[in-house]
Structure formats: C-alpha cells, structure tokens
C-alpha cells in the first residue's frame, strides 16, 4: 500500500488509515502465486472483500484531501433543487406547517377572539384617544378618562337595571303563595293550565328525579358566570395595553408591508382605522341612547309613558 501524508489537522483519518495498513496481508511471496492462479483460487482467509477496498480508497482520498484543504476536504455539488425528491420533501414540509399552524389556531381559538374583540375595541376608541391628545393631553392621561368613562357607564346601566329586579324578584315570592292557590283552583286560568297541560304534576317529577342535573346545572351557570366575568377582566385589560401602545402597534403592522408600496399601505390602513372607530363610536352613542330612553320613561315614538325617576314631568323628545 502506498503512504499518503495525513496532517496533524485530521488525526482521525490517520487512525483508519493505520488500520488499513495492519489489515493489509504481509508480502511474503504467496501473493504472486495467487495472482498467477487468480483471485477465485486463492484461500477464503486471504481474500480482500471489494466494500474492504473502497473504504480503503476512500480513506487514502480523505486522506489526501485532509492535507489538500486543512481538515474538511472539498465541498461537494450543491443540491438539485428540481429534483423530485427535493419537490417532495419541501411540499411534504409545507404541508406539516400550514398544518401546525392551523392546529395551534384551532386550539387557541378562545384566546385568540379574546386578543382580536380587545383590540377591535381599541381601535373604536383610539380617535377619542387621539381627540384628547391633541388638546395636549398625554396619552396615558387620555386611556385613563376613557377607562373611567367607560367603567362610569357600565356602572349607571347596573345601577339603573338592578332596582327593578330586586323589586319585581320581590313581588314574585309575595305573590307566590296566591300562584300556587290559582293553579290549585279549577276557577283560574292558571288551575285551567294546570288540568289540561299537568304542570303541577310535571314540576314535581322533574324536581323529584332530576335534582341532580338542576344543581349540576346550576353549578353550570356559575361556572359560566365566572368566566364571562375573567373574559371581560381580560378583555378590559388587553383594550387598555392597545389603547396605550396602538401608535407602535400600528408602525409594526406597517413594517411588513413592502418598502415600494409602504406609504400606500399606511394611508389605507389608517383610514380603515378612522372608518372603524366611527362604527364602533356610532354603535356605542345609539346603545346608549337606546338604554337611557327606557329609563327616562320614554318611548321610540316620543311619547311619554312615565315619569322619570326622580322627575316632576314626564320625558319628551
């Protein structure tokens, strides 16, 4: 076997290649014989096996290349980006992300809605933001008004609809007990109901054998109630963070736009934004119109119905 220098830069090359040289069969004469015979005659011991010579090849040529470029040889031709199987793999892989992504989607989906209502309302309220602002208001100042004017609002509709229920819950359980005698007596339209449809009857079945779901149920409720309620402390949340930052926002949204078309897609973007917060702004205004009216005691028509709370005189438009 012929010695190829092997570098002190590949030392593991040099290693395969002393075993080569250990493998190799001594030169003792017999090897002419055998060559004279040919290689089928010569002992089953003694045969080289072709895969043997390759790799003893490959290492003398590894070898060679070690010393040639310091340790990592030549780099080889690139990838055929056309082939079939290069096709495959990078449809294949194409395929497995748009499909993660829409798992990740369909997973986070109440968290997601959540994050888009926030900032959908953020974008509603941003012109009051910018309103304020330009009265040099800062901008924090600015979130924190319309966070109290919105709590100030929310807190006058609770205010304004948990009288009346209190008040009619009251009027339930004092005329319970005459509720119970008309749907006893034969007499009443209630009793009437009662011996047609058997509703007394019905009741006490369903309370009787069911028990279990109506507290499972109502359990059901309070759950429900609890995280309507995380929902809206969230939600709130989230709108107060994009009121704050929704300029950055926006400029990051802006980044993706290619830099040719960049200016062109700032001013749809923001006029979008100024046609949502006029919906959302109009929305709100006719919802509150609509829930003051009932209040004051008037109807859509303009006509009186009763006096407001409070009032001496009755409300007119």
Known sequence: MAAFPAGPGCPHVTGWLVMAHVDEPRDSGAPAARGAAGPALAPAGDRVHPADDRMGEALKV?????????????????????????????????????????????????????????????????????WLTRRRIPRWTAVVIILLAGVGIAA???????????????????????????????????????????????????????????????????????????????????VVYFLADL??????????????????????????????GGFLLGNLLTSVIAGSAPICGCSPGGSPTRSCSGCSSPCST
Request: charge should be positive.
């Open 247 to 276: 300029p950055r926002i926006k400029l990051f949204g802006y980044r993706l736009a290619p830099h040719t078309r960049r200016a062109r897609v700032i001013l749809i973007g923001d006029e979008i934004l100024r046609k949502v």
């Open 62 to 130: 590894a070898a060679v290349q070690a010393e040639e470029t310091g340790g990592l040889g030549r780099p080889g031709r690139p990838v055929n980006k056309r082939s079939p199987f290069f096709i495959g793999m990078t449809a294949a892989a194409g395929v497995a992300v748009t499909y993660g992504l829409v798992e990740l989607v369909i997973r986070a989906r109440s968290v997601l809605v959540l994050i888009g209502l926030a900032l959908f309302i953020a974008i509603g309220l941003d012109p009051v933001v910018a």
């Open 156 to 238: 006058g509709f609770v205010m304004a609809a948990v009288p009346p229920l209190v008040t009619q819950a009251k009027l339930l359980a004092a005329h319970f007990p005459q509720y119970l005698h008309a749907l006893e007596s034969h007499d009443s339209a209630l009793g009437r109901l009662n011996t047609r449809f058997h509703v007394q009857q019905q009741l006490t079945h369903l309370l009787t054998s069911k028990g279990s779901a109506l507290a499972s149920g109502v359990l059901g409720a309070g759950e429900f109630v609890l995280s309507a309620a995380g929902s809206v402390v969230i939600v709130v949340v989230l």
